[in-house]
């Protein structure tokens, strides 16, 4: 039987969407494989958020040509958003690609690929308002047995004017409640120790179900918390404008709900968030992020920013940095604004601060959130946390780690811990992005 492996770039979604796409080609008699060299079909799941993943996306199809002259008969698809964003372009520029396939449309890929095995070429980019992939039990692929990826919802119609996303994606749309819960019961009784629930915004999940009773995202979050107080529950991503004290409440309310909320700023000046679309101004964020600290005082909060935005001013990136020095966030994803194909800005607006520019004022964020991170951790030296052991410390075998509910990463000695089961670590020591500590018998 032919075998398939699958490469994945991008966000959490997509890597929740290869593990859709690896049960669905294995229901079909496909098998994995995790040596390229055996493989029949490689499958690239793609990214199309910053102009740089697609250049990686190219850059890897270039190399793959190599392996191509050794194995003749091996065929390469494009999956996820940059399939949808480029559809049949894909195979009019890139020769060795035989099959794109959009991220709604992965259930066709069994009939894809006879036709391709048979010398086709072809691509399948429909968009749907309702695959939700409810019935398809994820088959997950590197993962670690502890931690999973639940997604529940798809799409995205924000239309930031920055993002590719609602092109790329679709109408937003949330999954069957019961199936959701299914999955976390599922990996649960399998062993797995967290969920986290993914959607581009999850806290605008809804669902109404058959007699009419609307799911919203605090009550769904309180059912998954529910399936056991030994399962970890996370969440991303949250958008400002929909984060609701209800939400809050139902965190407070279960210890195994994680203190970690992800709350993308974008920019701390109004003008550039209201030429982004974001749908909130400075002052609003800065009202969540307080209902985040009163409610869950011990909560991490992390977020993504965009540096170089469309006339971004010296004075507004200044902003950007003041937001940073008032919320003292945990971690950040910085970016270089990257103007992308169809969105509002590339449309309407001007992509006029120059390179240099976007360079040095991601640098300075950069610059600063090292800095807070590193008091930030310096912070949490003497305190003791619960932390789920995901496995070996890559720096040494004698070390293992794991996160507490912060989603901060713990290294400590390895004793006769073992991945999978919870231990109280005491932090003793930290780096920027790492506590180093020590088992304690308790908390
Ligand atoms: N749905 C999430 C984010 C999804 S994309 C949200 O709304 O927050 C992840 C991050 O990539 C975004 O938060 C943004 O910071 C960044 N991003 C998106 N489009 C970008 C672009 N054109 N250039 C640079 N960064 C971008
Ligand atoms: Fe993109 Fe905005 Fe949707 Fe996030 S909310 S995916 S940034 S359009
Ligand atoms: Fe990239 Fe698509 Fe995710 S553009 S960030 S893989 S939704």
Redesign the pocket.
């Known amino acids: 039987m032919s075998s398939i492996y699958i490469e994945t770039?991008?966000?959490q979604?997509?890597f929740a969407d290869s593990e859709v796409v690896n049960s669905i080609l294995g229901k079909e008699g496909y098998t994995t494989t995790k040596d390229i060299n055996l493989a029949d079909y490689i499958l690239i799941n793609?990214?199309?958020?910053r102009d740089n993943?697609e250049q990686r996306i190219r850059k890897r199809l270039h190399e793959l040509k190599a392996l191509q002259r050794q194995h003749p008969q091996l065929r390469i698809g494009i999956l996820?958003?940059m399939a949808e964003r480029l559809k049949t372009q894909l195979l009019e520029e890139e020769d060795n690609v035989s099959f794109v396939v959009g991220p709604d449309a992965y259930r066709k890929l069994p009939t894809i690929l006879q036709l391709v095995q048979k010398g086709e070429k072809t691509a399948e980019t429909e968009l749907s308002t309702e695959e939700t992939y409810s019935d398809i039990q994820p088959v997950r692929i590197d993962g670690n047995g502890i931690s999973a990826y639940i997604s529940i919802m798809r799409g995205c119609q924000n239309f930031c004017a920055y993002c590719?996303?609602p092109y790329?994606?679709g109408r937003e749309r949330s999954r069957d409640p019961h199936s959701i819960i299914e999955d976390a019961q599922m990996l649960f009784s399998q062993g797995y120790k967290e969920v986290t629930l993914l959607g581009?915004n999850v806290n605008s999940y809804r669902f109404t179900e058959a007699d009419g009773t609307l799911v919203g995202f605090p009550e769904l979050m309180e059912r998954v918390a529910q399936v056991s107080p030994l399962l970890r529950v996370r969440f991303a991503t949250s958008h400002p404008k929909d984060l609701s004290d209800e939400l809050l409440q139902v965190m407070a309310k279960y210890p195994n709900i994680c203190r970690c909320i992800h709350l993308p700023v974008q920019s701390g000046n109004d003008r550039m968030l209201k030429l982004m679309n974001r749908h909130y101004t400075t002052e609003w964020y800065l009202n969540r992020i307080d209902a985040i600290r009163r409610y869950l005082p011990d909560c991490s909060i992390t977020t993504d920013v965009i540096a170089g935005f469309c006339s971004e001013t010296e004075e507004e990136h200044q902003d950007t940095l003041a937001m940073f020095r008032t919320v003292r966030y945990d971690y950040a994803y910085m970016f270089k604004f990257s103007l992308r194909p169809n969105t509002y800005a590339e449309k309407h607006l001007h992509d006029d601060v120059p390179e240099e520019v976007k360079t040095r004022r991601l640098e300075e964020i950069i610059k600063l959130q090292g800095e807070i991170a590193l008091e930030n951790n310096q912070k949490e030296i003497g305190r003791v946390y619960e932390v789920l052991v995901e496995g070996t410390s890559h720096r040494s075998k004698e070390q293992l780690f794991g996160r507490n509910s912060q989603n901060k990463v713990i290294v400590f000695d390895r004793g006769n811990h073992q991945p999978g089961t919870y231990v109280n670590v005491k932090v003793t020591n930290c780096t920027a992005a790492t506590l180093i500590g020590e088992v304690v018998e308790q908390a």
Do not use: E, L, P, S
């Not at 793609?46 to 958020?49: D, H, L, R, V």
């Open positions: 770039y991008g966000c979604m997509n793609t990214c199309a958020i993943a996820g958003c590719v996303v790329t994606r581009q």
